[in-house]
């Protein structure tokens, strides 16, 4: 049942936060810190999308190496045993390149569904989610994840769906709330935005915790 599923999240989530703020902060004060540098990835100027190259390619190769330390300090917690930051970065950094393939190819499925219907970009990411952390826990190359991932999720895809959904109401809330927060106690400043960041970074990660009980929970029963 997904209430189940959404139980045994948030209690994964309440038990090892700490451990996984460990690896996900520094990640993304790095990320912000480039953003202060560099500019915002996307920035709207007189009703024009305009891209800042540069920030967004150092955030695209930034986010494989921050997700894979993320899913081995899952994967370690998952044992009973936190690992240490360098150790999560470790083990990330084996796996960096094929972590950007994989994440590539799942970004480019991904908005390829959006884009023609938003609920179908929905679900191939429910599908093809696990893809990352079959990449990472079991060697596989980025093509063959994928295919693992749509193979494995298709018993629990409207339970994955659906409780992405979920999460992602939750992480929207927090995010808006926070963002009103930040707002008034600090205005538009650097202040502000580690505010921000400190009240969305901890719930940013229910939807990974989400997709790593799944993986958990099928690699179990398989």
Same mark, same amino acid.
């Given at each position: !049942?997904?209430?189940?599923?959404?139980?045994?999240?948030?209690?994964? %989530?309440?038990?090892?936060?700490?451990?996984?703020?460990?690896?996900? =902060?520094?990640?993304?004060?790095?990320?912000? @810190?480039?953003?202060?540098?560099? @500019?915002?990835?996307?920035?709207?100027?007189?009703?024009?999308? =305009?891209?800042? %190259?540069?920030?967004?390619?150092?955030?695209?190769?930034?986010?494989?190496?921050?997700?894979?330390?993320?899913?081995?300090?899952?994967?370690?917690?998952?044992? @009973?045993?936190?690992?240490?930051?360098?150790?999560?970065?470790?083990?990330?950094?084996?796996?960096?390149?094929?972590?950007?393939?994989?994440?590539?190819?799942?970004?480019?499925?991904?908005?390829?569904?959006?884009?023609?219907?938003?609920?179908?970009?929905?679900?191939?990411?429910?599908?093809?989610?696990?893809?990352?952390?079959?990449? !990472?826990?079991?060697?596989?190359?980025?093509?063959?994840?994928?295919?693992?991932?749509?193979?494995?999720?298709?018993?629990?895809? %409207?339970?994955?769906?659906?409780?992405? !959904? *979920?999460?992602?109401?939750?992480?929207?809330?927090?995010?808006?709330?926070?963002?009103?927060?930040?707002?008034?106690?600090?205005?538009?400043?650097?202040?502000?935005? *580690?505010?921000? =960041?400190?009240?969305?970074?901890?719930?940013?990660?229910?939807?990974?915790?989400?997709?790593?009980?799944?993986?958990? =929970?099928?690699?179990?029963?398989?």
């Amino acid at each position: !049942m997904l209430a189940d599923r959404l139980t045994e999240v948030f209690r994964f %989530w309440r038990f090892g936060l700490l451990s996984l703020l460990l690896v996900v =902060l520094p990640f993304t004060f790095i990320g912000l @810190g480039i953003q202060i540098a560099l @500019g915002a990835p996307l920035q709207v100027e007189e009703d024009v999308l =305009l891209i800042n %190259w540069p920030t967004l390619a150092l955030l695209a190769l930034l986010y494989p190496i921050a997700s894979g330390a993320l899913i081995a300090q899952l994967a370690a917690i998952q044992q @009973g045993q936190a690992a240490s930051l360098s150790q999560c970065v470790a083990a990330s950094l084996r796996y960096a390149t094929l972590l950007l393939f994989t994440y590539a190819l799942l970004g480019s499925a991904v908005y390829i569904g959006l884009i023609a219907l938003v609920l179908p970009g929905i679900w191939l990411y429910a599908r093809l989610s696990q893809g990352p952390f079959i990449v !990472m826990l079991e060697q596989q190359n980025p093509i063959e994840a994928l295919r693992l991932s749509f193979a494995r999720t298709e018993k629990y895809q %409207w339970q994955i769906l659906l409780g992405i !959904m *979920v999460l992602a109401g939750v992480v929207l809330f927090v995010t808006l709330l926070s963002a009103s927060l930040s707002q008034v106690v600090a205005g538009e400043s650097p202040l502000g935005d *580690v505010i921000h =960041l400190l009240i969305t970074a901890p719930v940013g990660i229910l939807i990974d915790i989400l997709i790593f009980r799944f993986y958990s =929970l099928q690699n179990t029963n398989a």
